[in-house]
Structure formats: structure tokens, C-alpha cells
């Protein structure tokens, strides 16, 4: 009786967000628009409405009332779990709301603090998980690249799609560990790709018709864009490939559509650390993922 006391209690802080909320969710994405850009680039899209944001926004106030323009804690529930803002007991009272159904998320990802504090409350329901990245520098660049864009980088065409996948399907495995194909046949993948390609936000050097690097934007706020998947092919790594693409897509976000450009990088990485620091990024943050 008691855990049940305590547990309708950490229930109760934690809510469903909707547009009333809409002041409040803008503050909480705005104090920090580099860690909050996922979350951002759908919200500033759709609204907090749940079936055309593909997921739910949830708020926790510890003083359990609607504040106008002030939530204490925020967290995005939808295919991956997004926690942004939350002390200990936000996270347990979220940590409860997750566990009310069946987990649908395929990864947590954000902030590491909060990330890793949430994990703590859900592994033992949740867990083991497949992997925890707990080092995860979280860097930006407002400014032009430092090192000279490779010229031969440009949007990929939609009716390159077949010839840009591989490499998609090929950093996908290499990054996350699993491949993207499995379940559906890669479906759903494809659709993914196809859709950054059709927004002219996915970009390659083509080499007789291989792709020799490519970057994505996968997430793109009004004021951030958060570059993702950057692969260069196993036989062209160690020539500076990945720097100059990677600046060259820095260049095109920065320059043609200002925003600042972000991206994460496991810690591990020294190699695409230091290519990230050649382009002009900093670290500005630390973000953690968990995934299932």
C-alpha cells in the first residue's frame, strides 16, 4: 500500500501536454534549441496534437498545477523516448507514465542526465537493454566551416535513391548495430530515406556511381539542423573525406539556411571527434541512448 501511495503520487505529476501548454513547451525548447532540436523540428511542425505528432509530449510540474509559460520537466514519447527537462521525481513520475503500456520506443536519446536518470527508474521493467552509449559529446558549429567543403557533396536526387541506400543501409548497421531491412523487408527504412531525399536532406559524393560518403539532416528546427548518419566507404576512410562532406553539409546549413549545425558522436570515436573539431564544431552538450 504504500509503494501504491507513493506511485499515485508520481502519477499525478506528470501529464499529457496539449496547445494550452504551448507557451510552456516553447520555453523549455528554446532555453536549450541544440539538445532540444529533435523534439523542436516535429513540434514546430505539427502542434502538440498526439496523432499528427506521431507520439506524446508530456509535462510534470511538482507542484502538481498548471503554470502558465513553466513546466519543470519534459519528455517526448513516441518511436524513440526523448526526455529533456526533469529532476529525479519528473523522471520517476515519467518513468510510471512509460510503464503504463507496453514499450514502443526503440531507443531513449537526449540529454544524458536525463536519460540515463529515466533508464535507471525503467530498467528493471524495461531491461536489459541492448546497449547503453552513456558518452555521447553533443556538438554545434554557427559559423563556416573551417576546413574547405567537398564540392562533389550535393543533395541526392529522388531517383537516386536506389544507388543511395546501400550506404544508408550500411551506416545504419555499422552505427546502430541491427539492420534497418529486418521486420518489414526495409519498407519502412526506405520510406525514411526517401523522405530526407524528397525534403533535399540527404547528401553524398557519388564515385562511379558508389557512394563514397554521405551525411543526412535528419532533424531540422527553425533555428537548428542535426546532422546525422556519416558514413564514408570502408576503402576511401583515413583521407579526409569525412571532414570535408561533413563540411560541406555544415556549409549548406549554416550558410543557405541559417541554422546552427549540431550533431552527436559516441566518445569512443576519437577518429570522428577530431574530424568534427577540423570543421569548426565545439562541444556543447552530452547526450546519452539507450537501445533496445
Not at 519534459?74 to 507496453?102: E, H, Q, T
Not at 546497449?131 to 529522388?158: H, K
Request: glycine share 10%; net charge positive.
Amino acid at each position: 500500500m504504500i509503494w501504491h501511495a507513493r506511485g499515485v503520487l508520481r502519477l499525478a505529476g506528470a501529464r499529457l501536454l496539449d496547445e494550452r501548454d504551448g507557451q510552456a513547451v516553447r520555453a523549455v525548447l528554446t532555453a536549450d534549441p541544440v539538445a532540444s532540436c529533435m523534439v523542436a523540428s516535429r513540434i514546430e511542425s505539427v502542434g502538440l496534437d498526439p496523432w499528427r505528432l506521431g507520439g506524446e509530449v508530456w509535462g510534470c510540474d511538482i507542484r502538481g498545477l498548471r503554470t502558465v509559460g513553466r513546466l519543470d520537466a519534459l519528455c517526448f514519447a513516441g518511436p524513440n523516448l526523448i526526455p529533456l527537462r526533469g529532476k529525479r521525481s519528473a523522471l520517476r513520475a515519467f518513468a510510471d507514465r512509460a510503464l503504463r503500456r507496453r514499450r514502443m520506443c526503440s531507443s531513449m536519446v537526449g540529454p544524458a542526465e536525463q536519460v540515463l536518470g529515466l533508464w535507471a527508474e525503467l530498467e528493471t521493467d524495461w531491461g536489459p537493454a541492448r546497449e547503453v552509449r552513456d558518452d555521447q559529446p553533443l556538438m554545434a558549429v554557427s559559423t563556416a566551416p573551417l576546413v574547405t567543403p567537398d564540392s562533389l557533396v550535393r543533395p541526392v536526387r529522388p531517383d537516386e535513391l536506389d544507388r543511395y541506400l546501400p550506404a544508408a543501409v550500411n551506416m545504419f548497421i555499422e552505427e546502430v548495430g541491427i539492420d534497418p531491412r529486418l521486420g518489414d523487408g526495409g519498407a519502412s527504412y526506405r520510406a525514411r530515406v526517401a523522405e530526407l531525399i524528397a525534403a533535399g536532406r540527404a547528401f553524398a559524393r557519388f564515385e562511379g556511381g558508389d557512394v563514397v560518403f554521405k551525411a543526412e539532416i535528419g532533424a531540422m528546427s527553425s533555428t537548428v539542423g542535426q546532422i546525422q548518419g556519416v558514413w564514408v566507404h570502408p576503402d576511401r576512410r583515413g583521407h579526409g573525406l569525412g571532414a570535408a562532406g561533413t563540411a560541406a553539409v555544415v556549409q549548406r546549413l549554416v550558410t543557405s539556411m541559417g541554422r546552427t549545425a549540431s550533431l552527436y558522436v559516441n566518445g569512443y570515436n576519437a577518429p570522428a571527434r577530431a574530424a568534427y573539431e577540423r570543421v569548426g564544431f565545439t562541444q556543447v552538450g552530452q547526450y546519452a541512448t539507450v537501445l533496445f
